[in-house]
Nanobody, 115 residues
Framework: VQLQASGGGWVQAGGSLRLSCLVT????????MGWYRQIPRNERELVAS???????NFADSAKGRFTISRDSAKTTIYLQMDRLAPEDSGHYYC??????????WGQGTLVTVSS
């Protein structure tokens, strides 16, 4: 299983970015997919997730600003991040939770929001 993440970059506060993550295995192998953020000296924190059935979950800091969605094949997820703030900066990692084999991770993509 491979997860291919893309879409990070630099943006000014108030701007938007969209992250993408493609998983190279059939979608019904996974119970959920989503994004974690990691900043230096901190643990990874869940930003947003979506279950195979379509239920979504967001960190409190992301509610109302971020949207998680996926393509019709359910193998690519997107994280639309609007009204970005400097505290949203960090490395974003996508994951896919296999129903037997546990969590798989993509490479991190860096998001930098300047004030």
């Amino acid at each position: 299983v491979q997860l291919q993440a893309s879409g990070g970059g630099w943006v000014q506060a108030g701007g938007s970015l969209r992250l993408s993550c493609l998983v190279t295995e059939r979608a019904d192998s996974f119970t959920s997919m989503g994004w974690y953020r990691q900043i230096p000296r901190n643990e990874r924190e869940l930003v947003a997730s979506i279950t195979y059935g379509g239920d979504t979950n967001f960190a409190d800091s992301a509610k109302g600003r971020f949207t998680i969605s996926r393509d019709s094949a359910k193998t690519t997820i997107y994280l639309q991040m609007d009204r970005l703030a400097p505290e949203d900066s960090g490395h974003y990692y996508c994951y896919a939770r296999h129903w037997i084999r546990g969590d798989f991770w993509g490479q991190g993509t860096l998001v930098t929001v300047s004030s």
